[in-house]
């Protein structure tokens, strides 16, 4: 069993920053590929950004590509999302999630361990 908590989340103005982080417990972090994904009010779940196991490899959705680094510290069992130049419609809940293979990343029901996730707001 994996629990995942996210933190860091809170209300920054337009063109602002912040870094989430997500800590797992257990001592099998680094066997899952660490997802980011979002949900804003009256919309579904979207993905974000992946991290395969290794840190190696990363993908981002278009609409923050360029914006949002997602980086991972498997000594630590955390993974990260840095935003950077925050948008009014970057504004959701953000959730980490974790899953066995770096495929499928935008299928919600392939993941096997979800967080309870963390407010961003983004004010115009």
């Known amino acids: 069993q994996v629990q995942l908590v996210e933190s860091g989340g809170g209300l920054v103005q337009a063109g602002g920053s912040l870094k989430l982080s997500c800590v797992a417990s257990g001592r099998t972090f680094s066997s899952y590929v660490m997802v980011w994904f979002r949900q804003a009010p009256g919309k579904e779940r979207e993905f974000v950004a992946a991290?395969?196991?290794?840190?190696?490899?990363?993908y981002y959705a278009d609409s923050v590509k360029g914006r949002f680094t997602i980086s991972r510290d498997n000594d630590k069992n955390t993974v990260y999302l840095q935003m950077n130049s925050l948008k009014p419609e970057d504004t959701a809940v953000y959730y980490c999630a974790a899953k066995l293979t770096f495929s499928n990343l935008y299928k919600r029901d392939g993941y096997d361990y979800w967080g309870q996730g963390t407010q961003v707001t983004v004010s115009s």
């Open positions: 991290i395969s196991k290794s840190g190696g490899s990363t």
